[in-house]
């Protein structure tokens, strides 16, 4: 399973930008998607994940009530949300997906990662 990660970008405080996560590869329905992010001599942090059907999804604090996490599986992507960008949020952004179907925020229960796209957020 390939995982290819897109849509980083520099935005303003208090904009908007949405990540896409698109799987290729032997990829199944029932898998569940996360994302991570990385800032610079910080260590890796779980941002949100969703399982296969949409009906149960993960957030950390620091971004429940800004960001979504959704997917859509007839084209094996997933996507993050981000609205109300704070220079805090600025960071190397990773999608991940687990075969058992985890949503948790532990990274290494997750199977497949993609490359990093990277969020920076201007003050």
């Known amino acids: 399973v390939q995982l290819q990660a897109s849509g980083g970008g520099v935005v303003q405080a208090g904009g908007s930008l949405r990540l896409s996560c698109a799987a290729s590869?032997?990829?199944?329905?029932?898998?569940?998607m996360g994302w991570f992010r990385q800032a610079p001599g910080k260590e890796r942090e779980f941002v949100a994940a969703i399982n296969w059907n949409g009906s149960g999804a993960n957030f950390a604090d620091s971004v429940k009530g800004r960001f979504t996490i959704s997917n859509d599986n007839a084209k094996n992507t997933a996507y993050l949300q981000m609205n109300s960008l704070k220079p805090e949020d600025t960071a190397v952004y990773y999608c991940a997906a687990d075969r058992a179907g985890y949503i948790g925020s532990y990274y290494y229960r997750y199977d497949y990662w993609g490359q990093g796209t990277q969020v920076t957020v201007s003050s």
């Open positions: 590869g032997r990829t199944r329905n029932n898998y569940a």
